[in-house]
T-cell receptor, first 115, second 116 residues
Framework: NAGVMQNPRHLVRRRGQEARLRCSPM?????VYWYRQLPEEGLKFMVY????????ESGMPKERFSAEFPKEGPSILRIQQVVRGDSAAYFC?????????????FGPGTRLTVL | AQSVAQPEDQVNVAEGNPLTVKCTYS??????LFWYVQYPNRGLQFLLK??????LVKGSYGFEAEFNKSQTSFHLKKPSALVSDSALYFC??????????????FGTGTRLKVLA
Protein backbone atom coordinates (compact mmCIF):
# COMPACT_ATOMS: atom_id res chain seq x y z
CA ASN A 1 0.00 0.00 0.00
CA ALA A 2 1.76 3.09 -1.22
CA GLY A 3 2.02 5.96 1.18
CA VAL A 4 1.64 9.63 0.45
CA MET A 5 3.59 10.55 -2.66
CA GLN A 6 5.07 13.94 -3.37
CA ASN A 7 6.95 15.18 -6.37
CA PRO A 8 9.32 16.54 -7.14
CA ARG A 9 11.44 15.77 -4.09
CA HIS A 10 13.70 18.71 -4.82
CA LEU A 11 12.84 21.82 -6.80
CA VAL A 12 15.07 24.74 -7.66
CA ARG A 13 13.59 27.96 -8.94
CA ARG A 14 14.89 31.44 -9.63
CA ARG A 15 13.18 34.44 -8.11
CA GLY A 16 10.04 35.32 -10.03
CA GLN A 17 9.41 31.83 -11.40
CA GLU A 18 6.51 29.59 -10.53
CA ALA A 19 6.72 26.46 -8.38
CA ARG A 20 4.24 23.59 -8.62
CA LEU A 21 4.28 20.92 -5.94
CA ARG A 22 2.24 17.75 -6.28
CA CYS A 23 0.80 15.42 -3.70
CA SER A 24 -0.97 12.11 -4.19
CA PRO A 25 -2.69 10.98 -0.99
CA MET A 26 -2.73 7.45 0.31
CA UNK A 27 -5.17 5.17 -1.44
CA UNK A 28 -8.66 5.73 -0.14
CA UNK A 29 -7.81 9.04 1.53
CA UNK A 30 -9.85 12.04 0.47
CA UNK A 31 -8.47 14.69 2.81
CA VAL A 32 -5.22 16.50 2.10
CA TYR A 33 -3.26 18.94 4.23
CA TRP A 34 -0.25 21.06 3.25
CA TYR A 35 2.40 22.17 5.77
CA ARG A 36 5.54 24.23 5.41
CA GLN A 37 8.74 23.65 7.38
CA LEU A 38 11.29 26.41 7.49
CA PRO A 39 14.88 25.47 8.43
CA GLU A 40 15.21 24.49 12.08
CA GLU A 41 11.50 25.05 12.69
CA GLY A 42 8.43 22.91 13.15
CA LEU A 43 5.74 22.43 10.57
CA LYS A 44 3.19 25.17 10.03
CA PHE A 45 -0.24 24.42 8.63
CA MET A 46 -1.08 26.02 5.31
CA VAL A 47 -4.25 24.57 3.81
CA TYR A 48 -6.73 21.71 4.10
CA UNK A 49 -8.57 20.38 1.08
CA UNK A 50 -11.06 17.74 0.16
CA UNK A 51 -11.80 16.74 -3.40
CA UNK A 52 -12.68 19.90 -5.33
CA UNK A 53 -13.01 21.95 -2.15
CA UNK A 54 -10.77 24.14 -0.05
CA UNK A 55 -11.94 23.66 3.51
CA UNK A 56 -9.46 25.73 5.49
CA GLU A 57 -6.81 28.02 4.03
CA SER A 58 -6.14 30.01 7.16
CA GLY A 59 -2.41 29.27 7.00
CA MET A 60 -1.89 30.26 3.39
CA PRO A 61 -0.19 33.54 2.56
CA LYS A 62 -2.72 35.88 0.99
CA GLU A 63 -0.76 36.41 -2.19
CA ARG A 64 1.09 34.18 -4.64
CA PHE A 65 0.04 30.89 -3.00
CA SER A 66 -2.83 28.71 -4.13
CA ALA A 67 -3.87 25.08 -3.75
CA GLU A 68 -6.26 22.72 -5.43
CA PHE A 69 -7.36 19.11 -5.16
CA PRO A 70 -9.23 18.22 -8.34
CA LYS A 71 -11.65 15.38 -8.76
CA GLU A 72 -9.01 13.46 -10.67
CA GLY A 73 -5.30 13.68 -10.07
CA PRO A 74 -3.04 14.93 -7.33
CA SER A 75 -3.34 17.95 -5.10
CA ILE A 76 -1.27 20.88 -6.32
CA LEU A 77 0.34 23.63 -4.27
CA ARG A 78 1.25 26.50 -6.53
CA ILE A 79 3.57 29.36 -5.67
CA GLN A 80 3.75 32.19 -8.15
CA GLN A 81 6.65 34.63 -8.46
CA VAL A 82 8.73 32.85 -5.86
CA VAL A 83 11.01 34.77 -3.51
CA ARG A 84 13.95 33.58 -1.45
CA GLY A 85 11.79 33.44 1.66
CA ASP A 86 9.72 30.69 0.04
CA SER A 87 12.68 28.32 0.34
CA ALA A 88 11.47 25.58 2.66
CA ALA A 89 10.33 21.98 2.82
CA TYR A 90 6.68 21.55 1.90
CA PHE A 91 4.94 18.51 3.28
CA CYS A 92 1.64 17.04 2.29
CA UNK A 93 -0.40 14.81 4.59
CA UNK A 94 -3.55 12.83 4.01
CA UNK A 95 -6.20 11.26 6.17
CA UNK A 96 -9.02 8.86 5.57
CA UNK A 97 -11.66 11.33 6.67
CA UNK A 98 -11.71 14.61 8.50
CA UNK A 99 -12.64 13.18 11.87
CA UNK A 100 -10.87 14.49 14.91
CA UNK A 101 -9.48 11.05 15.70
CA UNK A 102 -7.96 10.52 12.27
CA UNK A 103 -4.23 10.22 11.89
CA UNK A 104 -2.52 12.27 9.22
CA UNK A 105 0.13 10.45 7.20
CA PHE A 106 2.88 12.53 5.71
CA GLY A 107 4.69 12.39 2.42
CA PRO A 108 8.48 12.73 2.05
CA GLY A 109 8.22 16.43 1.26
CA THR A 110 9.37 18.73 -1.53
CA ARG A 111 12.38 20.82 -0.77
CA LEU A 112 12.10 24.12 -2.61
CA THR A 113 15.18 26.24 -3.10
CA VAL A 114 14.81 29.71 -4.54
CA LEU A 115 17.98 31.17 -5.99
CA ALA B 1 -5.95 28.37 20.79
CA GLN B 2 -4.30 25.01 21.07
CA SER B 3 -0.53 24.80 21.41
CA VAL B 4 2.27 22.43 22.32
CA ALA B 5 5.69 23.16 23.71
CA GLN B 6 8.84 21.10 23.47
CA PRO B 7 11.16 22.67 26.02
CA GLU B 8 14.33 20.91 24.92
CA ASP B 9 15.99 21.62 21.58
CA GLN B 10 18.22 18.60 21.97
CA VAL B 11 18.39 15.51 24.14
CA ASN B 12 21.48 13.34 24.39
CA VAL B 13 21.30 9.83 25.77
CA ALA B 14 23.65 6.86 25.81
CA GLU B 15 22.67 3.77 23.88
CA GLY B 16 20.82 1.33 26.08
CA ASN B 17 19.66 3.98 28.51
CA PRO B 18 16.01 5.06 28.82
CA LEU B 19 15.04 8.18 26.93
CA THR B 20 12.40 10.85 27.47
CA VAL B 21 11.42 13.62 25.08
CA LYS B 22 9.19 16.19 26.71
CA CYS B 23 6.00 17.80 25.46
CA THR B 24 3.46 19.97 27.24
CA TYR B 25 0.19 21.13 25.80
CA SER B 26 -2.40 23.82 26.18
CA UNK B 27 -5.87 23.08 24.87
CA UNK B 28 -9.46 23.99 25.41
CA UNK B 29 -11.51 20.85 25.54
CA UNK B 30 -10.23 17.33 25.09
CA UNK B 31 -6.66 17.04 23.85
CA UNK B 32 -5.78 14.90 20.85
CA LEU B 33 -2.02 14.47 20.90
CA PHE B 34 0.45 12.95 18.47
CA TRP B 35 4.14 12.14 18.19
CA TYR B 36 6.01 12.02 14.91
CA VAL B 37 9.65 11.34 14.06
CA GLN B 38 11.59 12.89 11.20
CA TYR B 39 14.81 11.39 9.87
CA PRO B 40 17.18 13.60 7.85
CA ASN B 41 15.71 14.67 4.51
CA ARG B 42 12.64 12.54 5.08
CA GLY B 43 9.00 13.14 5.85
CA LEU B 44 7.36 12.69 9.22
CA GLN B 45 6.58 9.19 10.40
CA PHE B 46 3.69 8.62 12.77
CA LEU B 47 4.69 7.09 16.11
CA LEU B 48 1.62 7.19 18.31
CA LYS B 49 -1.42 9.18 19.37
CA UNK B 50 -3.58 9.80 22.39
CA UNK B 51 -7.29 10.24 21.83
CA UNK B 52 -8.87 8.80 24.93
CA UNK B 53 -8.52 5.82 27.23
CA UNK B 54 -5.35 4.56 28.87
CA UNK B 55 -2.85 7.24 29.81
CA LEU B 56 0.04 5.09 28.60
CA VAL B 57 0.00 4.84 24.83
CA LYS B 58 2.19 2.35 22.99
CA GLY B 59 3.45 3.11 19.52
CA SER B 60 5.88 2.11 16.82
CA TYR B 61 9.53 1.09 17.26
CA GLY B 62 9.15 0.47 21.00
CA PHE B 63 8.12 4.03 21.82
CA GLU B 64 5.41 4.93 24.28
CA ALA B 65 3.99 8.15 25.67
CA GLU B 66 2.36 9.00 28.93
CA PHE B 67 -0.58 11.37 28.98
CA ASN B 68 -0.73 13.33 32.22
CA LYS B 69 -3.76 15.58 32.49
CA SER B 70 -2.79 17.28 35.75
CA GLN B 71 0.61 18.25 34.37
CA THR B 72 -0.70 18.82 30.82
CA SER B 73 2.13 16.71 29.49
CA PHE B 74 2.57 14.02 26.87
CA HIS B 75 6.18 12.89 27.16
CA LEU B 76 7.62 10.37 24.72
CA LYS B 77 9.59 7.51 26.24
CA LYS B 78 11.55 4.43 25.35
CA PRO B 79 13.07 2.01 27.86
CA SER B 80 16.30 1.40 25.94
CA ALA B 81 17.58 3.82 23.31
CA LEU B 82 19.16 2.75 20.03
CA VAL B 83 21.61 4.73 17.94
CA SER B 84 19.10 4.44 15.10
CA ASP B 85 16.58 6.40 17.21
CA SER B 86 18.63 9.54 16.59
CA ALA B 87 16.27 11.90 14.75
CA LEU B 88 14.04 14.93 15.15
CA TYR B 89 10.88 14.35 17.17
CA PHE B 90 7.74 16.44 16.94
CA CYS B 91 4.82 16.61 19.28
CA UNK B 92 1.52 17.82 17.81
CA UNK B 93 -1.98 18.63 18.98
CA UNK B 94 -5.09 18.49 16.88
CA UNK B 95 -6.56 21.96 16.56
CA UNK B 96 -10.12 22.53 15.54
CA UNK B 97 -10.64 25.79 13.77
CA UNK B 98 -13.94 27.62 13.53
CA UNK B 99 -14.52 25.93 10.18
CA UNK B 100 -14.47 22.55 11.91
CA UNK B 101 -11.25 21.29 10.39
CA UNK B 102 -8.64 19.43 12.31
CA UNK B 103 -5.24 20.72 11.43
CA UNK B 104 -2.21 19.88 13.52
CA UNK B 105 -0.29 22.37 15.62
CA PHE B 106 3.32 21.22 15.88
CA GLY B 107 5.95 21.86 18.49
CA THR B 108 9.32 23.17 17.43
CA GLY B 109 10.89 19.73 17.59
CA THR B 110 13.49 18.04 19.78
CA ARG B 111 16.61 16.56 18.29
CA LEU B 112 17.45 13.25 19.92
CA LYS B 113 21.02 12.07 19.76
CA VAL B 114 21.79 8.57 20.96
CA LEU B 115 25.47 8.04 21.65
CA ALA B 116 27.10 4.67 21.10
Amino acid sequence: NAGVMQNPRHLVRRRGQEARLRCSPMKGHSHVYWYRQLPEEGLKFMVYLQKENIIDESGMPKERFSAEFPKEGPSILRIQQVVRGDSAAYFCASSLAGAHTDTQYFGPGTRLTVL
Amino acid sequence: AQSVAQPEDQVNVAEGNPLTVKCTYSVSGNPYLFWYVQYPNRGLQFLLKYITGDNLVKGSYGFEAEFNKSQTSFHLKKPSALVSDSALYFCAVRDMSTSGTYKYIFGTGTRLKVLA
